[in-house]
């Protein structure tokens, strides 16, 4: 996860919180990306409550509590984890409250870990694991099998840009595409984040990028 800001005013939700102003307005916020794994204009798209309504009303409409997830993660989400780290939200530190790591070699696994003490980041880490990995069902293991080809797939991409960086300084195009990739519009932008927090070479070349709110 990453920040995101949302927009304000609030729109007027009247009867339902499913309508295309809704949508509209949560794709811009959200950069037409899952707010939890982070992929970029996913196949299948909900409008999701951050915290479940369960028949509350005010909950159900309020402009706050909505937020944009792939069908995937939602699933997951449902009604269970409720108390997540809210990425609209500066001072829940998504950014920083947990570590992301993936090695970008074929069949590897997302590491997350939790950098901070609370219920929150333990929470949200156990939501990331069993949407990037878990195998509760066969269908989601498979969709969490694709949606980590993804990610290998954007990282691959990101480590050549940096190779390239490298070997063509004075190219101003490659240093264009770093801070795309490490802008919060880009998929998989926290993975991207951490592989510059966790180089010293590359967190002093690039770590004004990183905390930019774009």
Known sequence: MVYFEKSQPAPTIRNTHNSQEILDRLE??????????????????NIEHFVSHQGDNQLRLDWNNLFLSCRHCNDIKSTK???????????????????????????????FKVLVSSDKAEETKELLEKCFNG?????????????????????????????DYYENKDNEYFLIKIKEHLSNRSAFTAFKRW?????????????????EIT
């Open 195 to 211: 592989i510059i927090r966790d180089n010293q070479v590359l967190n002093q070349e690039f770590k004004q990028y990183i905390g």
């Open 81 to 111: 984890y409720d108390n997540l780290l809210n990425c609209t939200v500066l001072s829940d530190c998504v950014d920083t409250a947990i570590h992301y790591y993936c090695s970008p070699m074929p069949k590897e696994k997302p590491i």
């Open 28 to 45: 811009v916020d959200f950069h037409n990306k899952c707010y939890i794994c982070e992929e970029k204009e996913p196949e299948n798209i």
């Open 135 to 163: 195998e509760h069902t066969a269908q989601k293991t498979l969709e969490g099998s694709n949606l980590r080809s993804s990610l290998l797939k954007e990282l691959r991409v990101f480590q050549n840009l940096l190779f």
